[in-house]
């Protein structure tokens, strides 16, 4: 049976020399340029909701991971675009308000009764 090459280490080493890895990933993306630090983050938001959502159902729950995972990456850019310069403030705000009118959509949609209740 093949191992990671991290198993053969007790826990507290496993998570050290993944957090120090994580570290450099982290901070060598931040100083390599903004379009790194965009995609290193980027990646982490997609994997953070997945893990979220993975526990969510861990707990009978069901969210809508597609769209839920879709809401936080839109907000990401818009807000990593928006602090960078590449949008304008205006379009900032309209992005919130059409993102909670596709989002009330998405719910309307998937459980019509409840809203009407």
């Not at 957090?19 to 100083?31: L, Q």
């Not at 310069?85 to 949609?109: A, P, Q, R, T």
């Amino acid at each position: 049976m093949m191992k990671s090459a991290l198993s053969r280490y007790n826990d507290l080493t496993q998570r050290f020399v993944t957090g120090a890895f994580g570290a450099v990933v982290i901070i060598g993306s931040v100083i390599y340029g903004e379009w790194t630090y965009f995609a290193v983050f980027l990646l982490i938001c997609i994997m953070t909701q997945l893990e979220f959502y993975r526990l969510l159902r861990l707990d009978d729950m069901l969210p809508l991971v597609s769209w839920g995972t879709f809401s936080g990456v839109t907000i990401f850019i818009i807000v990593f675009l928006e602090q960078n310069l590449l949008i304008k403030n205006k379009y900032y705000f309209l992005s919130f308000i059409l993102h909670f009118l596709s989002n009330f959509i998405v719910v309307l949609m998937t459980n019509p009764l409840q809203i009407l209740d």
